[in-house]
């Protein structure tokens, strides 16, 4: 047996359109093309501003615990997910972890980072409970792999800011050569 039918927007308008607090101009809905910009500057607040803060000045990547359920947040939040408590004890993760989903976007955009092939990972560092959205670099697209190992590069100068972790590049067997000593 099947449901009923969704109202059509031309049928939903002449339900409301007699009622005087509506004022409808037309029937049709009004299409346009084009692009919305939005100007907006972005306030961290002070769960924010804490982890950036120790990932500018001490390349700390740090998440939240919640003293209730022991879950790690990573970015931070200032609220419990599960339990609704307020989150106070942060403790430092990463900056190793695993790639749980990745992606390559088909299209480039003003706004991307130059880093190309542009590649994006949900990577959960290891100490943390939930995944981080961030840049994968150092790595053949065509070998990327859902489990694989990964690791943290911070960028040479940090501002404050989510860029000061620059990317996620892939762990090799073997022992790791830092950054400035790579050919």
């Known amino acids: 047996m099947r449901g009923p039918r969704p109202t059509s927007y031309r049928d939903l308008v002449r339900r409301v359109a007699p009622a005087p607090r509506f004022r409808i101009l037309s029937l049709d809905p009004y299409a346009a093309e084009g692009r919305l910009v939005m100007p907006y500057r972005y306030f961290p607040g002070p769960v924010a501003s804490h982890f950036f803060k120790a990932l500018r ?9 919640c003293s209730q359920c022991q879950t790690v947040y990573l970015p931070p939040e200032g609220i419990c997910g599960r339990c609704f408590r307020r989150l106070h004890q942060w ?7 695993t790639l749980l989903s990745y992606t390559r976007p088909r299209y480039v955009l003003d706004i991307h980072p130059r880093i190309q092939p542009l590649l994006f990972g949900i990577i959960r560092l290891d ?16 070998r990327l792999e859902i489990g694989m190992r990964v690791r943290a590069v911070l960028a040479e100068e940090r501002q404050g800011s989510i860029m000061d972790i ?14 400035e000593r790579r050919a």
């Open 57 to 65: 000045d001490e390349g700390r990547i740090l998440g939240i615990r």
């Open 91 to 97: 403790v430092e993760v990463g900056p190793k972890g």
């Open 127 to 142: 100490g943390a409970d939930t995944g981080l959205l961030h840049l994968l670099g150092e790595v053949d697209p065509d």
């Open 166 to 179: 620059h990317y996620f590049r892939p762990l090799h067997d073997g022992p790791e050569v830092p950054r």
